[in-house]
């Protein structure tokens, strides 16, 4: 059973008077009328009718969707005020924002921590300056640098850090480099975006235009399985990579993905990446010993369905190269044991 739930609240543009080349914000959440703090109520409560009594550890509230420090500071105390109202009733847990890392000032910070607030993401999208520019965020590295500390040194607030894979000027090398700044700051969690085109961008334009070309897929699988794997290394939980498949992407004209840069499923494509190279890399070793006959493959249930692969596509890779091999599910693999077993069947 899933043990942590999150309230989305979406609150698309408000507080935000950018107009990044990506953003469509209205297309991507599927909605365009102004969120008062009676729909905070509203979406609380209808969400907490199913989520309540079902043994979940932790339940957030989470203002999506715009740049929520950049909204008046009467309107955030509004919102806030609502969402603390359920935290000090103990019906959620956490209080959980994003914004843009211009927006944070020792003001913001301490109204936020009035009202009891405890993740703030920031959507800092890449740390190269070229990138940043043409993709005109409107902030610079320097902003994320200063944001970050300050969140820090309050020693209340969760840190996070969303960045974007294949933003115009983008390549692998700018990407790990993000990875690498990301890691010296050193947030609690992560999100990695791979860059998707929605219609009527100003991305969509300058790719109508050929004046931007997105990463191709294999591209973007590899550099995101790369960024994904440094980061975890690091300690930095990555509770998300990719778009929401059903809730941010609508079947209205007007926020049409387009061309070939979106996948529903594109965090379970990493994360069979993952696996399939760790596997790969041990059955080399078994083929450098000579050994050629059957192998056996025991996953616990952390890794089984990476090991196997979105539409089995790990299952189909080992078998060409390993025409003798079987994967099976071992409900108590611990960690200990490194959640995948490889092994001839005479050991």
């Not at 993740?119 to 970050?148: M, T």
């Not at 760790?278 to 025991?298: F, N, Q």
Request: hydrophobic share 40%.
């Amino acid at each position: 059973m899933k043990k942590h739930a999150i309230i989305p609240v979406f609150i698309p543009h408000i507080g935000c008077p950018h107009a990044c080349v990506f953003c469509n914000q209205n297309a991507i959440t599927a909605r365009t009328a102004d969120v008062v703090p009676d729909d905070v109520r509203r979406i609380a409560d209808e969400w907490l009718s199913t989520l309540e009594g079902r043994g979940l550890d932790e339940i957030e509230l989470s203002f999506f969707g715009g740049s929520f420090t950049g909204i008046p500071m009467e309107q955030q105390s509004a919102f806030l005020a609502v969402a603390k109202e359920y935290k000090d009733a103990g019906r959620i847990d956490k209080i959980h924002l994003s914004t843009r890392p211009d927006y944070i000032n020792e003001e913001i910070l301490d109204n936020l921590k009035r009202y009891g607030a405890d993740v703030i993401e920031l959507g800092v999208q890449s740390f190269d300056p070229q990138v940043l520019d043409l993709s005109e965020r409107g902030h610079s590295a320097d902003d994320v640098y200063r944001a970050c500390e300050l969140i820090k040194s309050y020693g209340c607030f969760t840190l996070g850090i969303q960045l974007m894979i294949g933003l115009p000027g983008d390549s692998y090398e700018k990407c790990m480099e993000s990875v690498r700044q990301t890691i010296k700051i050193g947030p609690k969690i992560a999100r990695l975006y791979p860059t998707v085109i929605i219609s009527g961008t100003k991305l969509c334009r300058m790719y109508e235009e050929d004046v931007y070309k997105p990463f191709s897929q294999e591209e973007m699988l590899r550099t995101t399985t790369d960024m994904y794997r440094e980061l975890t290394n690091a300690g930095i939980n990555v509770i998300r990579v990719g778009l929401k498949a059903s809730a941010l992407i609508n079947d209205s004209d007007d926020s049409r993905v387009v061309g070939d840069t979106y996948h529903p499923a594109f965090r379970q494509l990493v994360e069979g990446r993952i696996a399939r190279d760790e596997v790969a890399s041990r059955l080399a070793v078994l083929a450098e010993s000579g050994i050629t006959g059957p192998v056996h493959i025991t996953a616990g249930p952390e890794k089984f369905a990476a090991v196997i692969g979105h539409k089995a596509g790990n299952r189909r890779f080992f078998a060409a190269e390993f025409p003798q091999f079987d994967i099976t599910y071992k409900e108590d693999l611990s960690i200990e044991d490194g959640k995948i077993v490889i092994e001839r069947p005479d050991n």
